[in-house]
Nanobody, 116 residues
Framework: QVQLVESGGALVQAGGSLRLSCAAS????????MGWYRQAPGKQREFVAH???????NYAESVKGRLGISRDYDKNTAWLQMNSLRPEDTAVYYC??????????WGQGTQVTVTS
């Protein structure tokens, strides 16, 4: 199992930027993809972005061009650079890993609030 700890969530004004971090520990050798999901109040958790071990990335349409995912494979860390933030980006952001065994592990979440 992989343990994940997120950080970096904050209150920010619309148009601002944040950088979220996710540190992985435990069975990190089993990680295939690292990514981010978010859950807004009253809504289902939704995919934001992920990056495979081969550095292939995928983004939700709603965040393309504004959010960017990166990884440090040696440090088992992933980041989500969030630019041009909008009030609709307000959510709890969860780090996620998918392992080679197709298991999913989740962090505890970090709150991002964007004010207009």
């Amino acid at each position: 199992q992989v343990q994940l700890v997120e950080s970096g969530g904050a209150l920010v004004q619309a148009g601002g930027s944040l950088r979220l971090s996710c540190a992985a520990s435990g069975s990190v050798c089993t990680i295939n993809t690292m990514g981010w999901y978010r859950q807004a109040p009253g809504k289902q958790r939704e995919f934001v972005a992920h990056m495979t071990n081969g550095a292939s990335t995928n983004y939700a349409e709603s965040v393309k061009g504004r959010l960017g995912i990166s990884r440090d494979y040696d440090k088992n860390t992933a980041w989500l650079q969030m630019n041009s933030l909008r009030p609709e980006d307000t959510a709890v952001y969860y780090c996620n890993v998918e392992t080679w065994l197709h298991d999913n592990d989740w962090g505890q979440g970090t709150q991002v609030t964007v004010t207009s």
